[in-house]
Structures are given as C-alpha cells and as structure tokens.
C-alpha cells in the first residue's frame, strides 16, 4: 500500500491563488508551530536553513500572503518564526485532511457517474459497470458528472441472499479473494467486473462459511459512501 503521508500533496487556495504543499513544506509549518524557530524546523525536515527560507518565499509569493513572522533572538539566537494566522490556517486544513485520510485509509474507489436526481427525495443515483446505486443528493452535481465513489471496507457487509433492512444498496458477486489480517478477514469480491473489498469479523466468517467462489450479497447504506467529482 502507498504510504499516503510520503506521496501527498495538499492544493492551497487563497483567493484567486493556489498552491501544491508537499510533504516536506506541510512538516516544515507543522515544525515551526511546535518549534517557534525556522532554523531548528530546518534540523527537523533534514532541509538547509536556506532551503527553508526558500520554501516559504515560494508559498508567499504563490499565494500572495505571509505564512511566517520572524524576531530577532528566540532558541539558539537564530530568531524566533512563528506561524501568521493565514499560516496556521493553513496548516490547520492540512491537519483535517490527513485526518480524513487516516480514517479512510482502507476504502473502496469506484468511478462512477450520475445517472439520475431526485430533489425531492433527496438521492442521486450512479451508475458503474452494468450496476446502480443510490446515495445522498449532493447538489453541486449534475447528470452526467464523472465522480469517485468511496466507501470503507468496514462498511460494505456480506449476505448469503438479499434481506430487507435499513442498508439500502444490495448487490451480487462471487468472493475471488481472503486474506487474514490483524484477526479480521479482507474479503474481495468481484461485483459485475468491479473488485470490491469487504472487512469482516473471524466470527462473520465462520457463520456464513465463506469461500473462495462463493456467491454472495454486499450490501452498503446509501450514507456510507462519500464522492469526489473528477
């Protein structure tokens, strides 16, 4: 799996400018928050202090507003940096995506598109594949969008037949894959061409006697899937 905190980079908007954060200038503003010095942050990253000073005349000048005050003095007589408030919120924007993709660190990426909407109703359903399903309206799309459907692994459930109950998207496939993990069982499943992966329980599985091949029913409720728009 990809390390997701090597690899990202965060699109900063400010106005009518924007900017990519790798992950070196994210640690850099996160160091200089808990360091109040530049020099030392530099130390951290494994970056020269000019390097630094570097990466903050970028950020500046792309977005056209200053990230970082500096004093004479602070640890080391090399200055005291702090974060301006444009900074912090950044970082701050940072923090809650990295947030978001820790707990959606292991999920299921469909492409899809919208195939219908119904305001009153408040559904959109979309399509992938041969399939359908529904989920929230989200008002921002249109008939027609191409979007990321993403739904944990822990949310997709497992039925030998289909059942009438609160989840909302029932669908058959065939198991083509287990594997143990960490006292759960990973259980992939192809969906009308589409792989789809599925958590579940050594108890969970012991009680539907799955197997490699097997026929089964996954089931989601319609909440539990967030989108992305391409």
Do not use: W
């Not at 200089?32 to 005349?57: M, P």
């Not at 990973?186 to 006697?209: C, F, Q, W």
Request: glycine residues 6%; charged residues 25%; neutral net charge.
């Amino acid at each position: 799996m990809t390390d997701v905190k090597a690899s990202v980079e965060y699109k900063i908007i400010l106005d009518d400018n924007s900017f990519l954060l790798d992950n070196k200038k994210y640690q850099l503003l996160e160091s200089i928050l808990n360091t109040g010095s530049l020099r030392e942050s530099a130390e951290v990253v494994k970056i020269s202090y000019r390097t630094a000073l570097n990466y903050i005349e970028k950020i500046e000048s792309n977005l056209q507003v200053k990230i970082v005050n500096t004093s004479k003095g602070g640890k080391g007589g090399g200055g005291c940096t702090t974060l301006t408030e444009e900074g912090y919120s950044i970082l701050k924007e940072c923090k809650k995506i990295n947030a978001i993709m820790e707990l959606h660190r292991d999920v299921n990426e469909i492409e899809s598109e919208v195939l219908a909407i119904d305001e009153k109703k408040g559904v959109m359903t979309i399509g992938f594949t041969n399939l359908e399903v529904n989920i929230p309206l989200n008002r921002s799309y249109e008939i027609g969008d191409k979007i990321l459907a993403l739904i944990s692994y822990d949310n997709i459930f497992l039925m030998l037949t289909p059942q009438k109950s609160s989840i909302r998207n029932i669908i058959k496939g065939r198991i083509v894959e287990m594997k143990l993990k960490n006292e759960i069982i990973r259980v992939k499943i192809d969906v009308g061409g589409i792989l789809v992966y599925s958590d579940i329980t050594l108890s969970a599985e012991k009680e539907l006697n799955l197997s490699i091949g097997k026929e089964v029913y996954i089931g989601f409720k319609a909440m539990s899937v967030a989108t992305l728009k391409f």
